[in-house]
Nanobody, 131 residues
Framework: EVQLQASGGGLVQAGGSLRLSCAAS????????IGWFRQAPGKERDAVSCISSGDGSTYYADSVKGRFTISSDNAKNTVYLQMNSLKPEDTAVYYCAADQSVCRVIAAQPSRAGLYEYDYWGQGTEVTVSS
């Protein structure tokens, strides 16, 4: 069974940190890129970051550059999103997606990448940042 499990969300004060995890099972993790997206209430799902499986290249949305770091542990089939200096505007449900093209799509159309249907989606983990 294919599963993509996002976890690590929670409630944190502004300026705090969280680390999200996206654990994959049931498919060949090394062949996929993993993207993180987020959706705030009443808004569209936006791309946050992604990491390519082949060369490890990464992408960050401008709003999170310098604060968020994406990394991959292929031995554990898990991608992490370290989120530091959190702001109230980071409040959202965070989703991870696996697809060979997710990083290319995000790089080419960052404002629309959240609308695409990727091969696999995680169930989402909620992040709330209080001011």
């Amino acid at each position: 069974e294919v599963q993509l499990q996002a976890s690590g969300g929670g409630l944190v004060q502004a300026g705090g940190s969280l680390r999200l995890s996206c654990a994959a099972s049931g498919f060949t993790f090394d062949n996929y890129a993993i993207g993180w997206f987020r959706q705030a209430p009443g808004k569209e799902r936006d791309a946050v970051s992604c990491i390519s499986s082949g060369d490890g290249s990464t992408y960050y949305a401008d709003s999170v550059k310098g604060r968020f770091t994406i990394s991959s542990d292929n031995a554990k089939n898990t991608v992490y999103l370290q989120m530091n200096s959190l702001k109230p505007e980071d409040t959202a449900v965070y989703y991870c997606a696996a697809d060979q093209s997710v990083c290319r799509v995000i790089a080419a159309q960052p404002s629309r990448a959240g609308l695409y249907e990727y091969d696999y989606w995680g169930q989402g983990t909620e992040v709330t940042v209080s001011s």
